[in-house]
């Protein structure tokens, strides 16, 4: 038996139903919640799935906001899904596109699929794991255009699907080793379920194809026509995805978005008609300046910080390390500025000195291209009574470490 099947009928999914909307109204701790269920006479097993289910739910609030309420998730489901606002972004290339019915090959609790189907498009949703693709069908269950499959997609016919009316494929694929696939992270995108060469051959049938990958994917493995993106949220890596011509209405190349809380989109994409193969461009090494910058991770990953480097006059401060620094670099929702206050050697005495002498009483660490730990540094500082917030940031400048003290600037866009 499934760890959902209790919930997924009566009365377990009426308990469920009104004990969340109890809890939105007035929460109390789950541990409680489970002594009054036990003491009420509800069965252990019905207890332990519907208290499952609210502490999931909750988790998930950060990834699908209040939707999370209506939908049911397992642990590895929730782990692994599209947060809902780059869901909608994946789905949105689908509608653009002109697809009807799409096809979500490892579908798991069915976050992609929720968010081409909330588009109004039809979707054909598959998953080898039972209880993912019982999650995915109450999740999918408001939408009549909408079908879960349980089965294996390395046994789909695509010519068969084809005819079945699917006009595009969406694909994650599952990224991770171990019974319940663990933590362990495959790197090798052939080692993937589906395998990476899986997935872009579709494409030989269906033209519109999106595959969701691990945002460390190497560039050589990226079909050259294709448009790679890689989105942060909040200043976080969440994904990288590859698009197939017929969905990616900017052109092959390599782009990043990012994504910021209050809803805005900022992007930056590879010069025109650049295969999205190519290595990224070297960015010249500068003099440090009055100020360092510190990229967003996804115009890092995508290859682009040679790009925002030429659009905004700076440079790296050494060879291989990403911190752009120059004397006048604009505000950016790019990257993240520090006025450079004093240079110092990369020691715990020379850095508290500093930072005593500046009347810090609480610092933030950063570090590239040298080997220290934050928390180690932070400890041995033992900064206390100042008033000020300060920044180190620990890497190497003309060959040699060193600790820059900053000052974050306010971002004002
Ligand atoms: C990364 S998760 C998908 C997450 C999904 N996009 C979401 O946002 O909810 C990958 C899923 O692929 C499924 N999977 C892996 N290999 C599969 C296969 N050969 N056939 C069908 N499903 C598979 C796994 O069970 C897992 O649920």
Redesign the pocket.
């Known amino acids: 038996m499934s760890a959902l099947t209790p919930i997924l009928s009566s009365p377990g999914w009426e308990l469920l139903a009104s004990l969340q909307a109890r809890q939105e109204t007035n929460p109390i701790p789950l541990r409680e919640l489970g002594g009054a269920l036990r003491a009420s006479g509800v069965e252990a097993g019905l207890a332990a799935a519907v208290l499952t289910q609210l502490a999931l739910r909750e988790a998930a609030r950060t990834k699908f906001g209040p939707v999370a309420s209506h939908m049911v998730f397992t642990r590895?489901?929730l782990e692994?899904?599209?947060r809902l606002v780059v869901?909608v972004r994946h789905a949105q290339r689908f509608r653009s596109a002109g697809a009807t019915r799409v096809a979500?090959?490892?579908?798991?609790?069915?976050?992609?699929a929720l968010a081409i189907a909330g588009l109004g498009l039809d979707v054909l949703a598959?998953?080898?794991?039972p209880d993912?693709a019982g999650a995915a069908a109450v999740n999918l269950r408001d939408f009549e255009g909408s079908q879960v499959r349980l089965?294996?997609?390395?046994d789909l016919d695509i010519a068969e699907l084809a005819a079945e009316g699917v006009d595009a494929i969406f694909a994650?694929?599952?990224?991770r080793t171990g019974a319940s696939r663990g933590s362990a992270r495959i790197t090798n995108p052939e080692a993937w379920?589906?395998p990476l060469s899986a997935v872009l051959r579709l494409a030989r049938t269906i033209d519109r194809v999106g595959v969701?990958v691990a945002p460390g994917i190497a560039y050589d493995v990226i079909p050259a026509d294709w448009h790679a993106q890689w989105v942060s949220v909040g200043g976080s890596l969440v994904e990288a995805s590859l698009w197939s011509p017929a969905l990616a209405p900017e052109g092959r190349g390599r782009s990043c978005l990012l994504l910021d809380e209050a809803g805005a989109a900022h992007s930056l994409a590879s010069p025109c008609g650049e295969a999205a193969n190519v290595p990224a461009e070297r960015v010249e090494v500068a003099p440090l300046g009055a100020i360092i910058a510190e990229a967003d991770p996804a115009v890092i990953r995508s290859g682009l910080l040679a790009r925002l480097a030429q659009r905004v006059g700076a440079g790296i401060v050494s060879d291989k390390i990403a911190y752009l620094t120059g004397d006048d670099l604009p505000d950016s929702p790019f990257y993240d500025r520090f006025e450079v206050l004093e240079v110092t050697n990369l020691r715990p005495k020379a850095i508290a000195a500093a930072l005593r002498s500046r009347d810090a009483g609480a610092v933030e660490i950063k570090k590239r291209g040298a080997d220290i730990n934050p928390e180690d540094l932070r400890q041995s500082l033992k900064l206390r009574g100042g008033t000020k917030e300060l920044t180190v940031i620990a890497t190497r400048l003309e060959g040699r470490h060193r600790a820059v003290i900053c000052r974050r600037l306010p971002a004002n866009l």
């Open positions: 590895d489901g692994q899904a599209t869901a979500d090959l490892g579908c798991g609790i069915g976050s992609d598959v998953d080898i794991d993912a089965g294996d997609v390395m994650d694929p599952a990224r379920s589906p969701k």
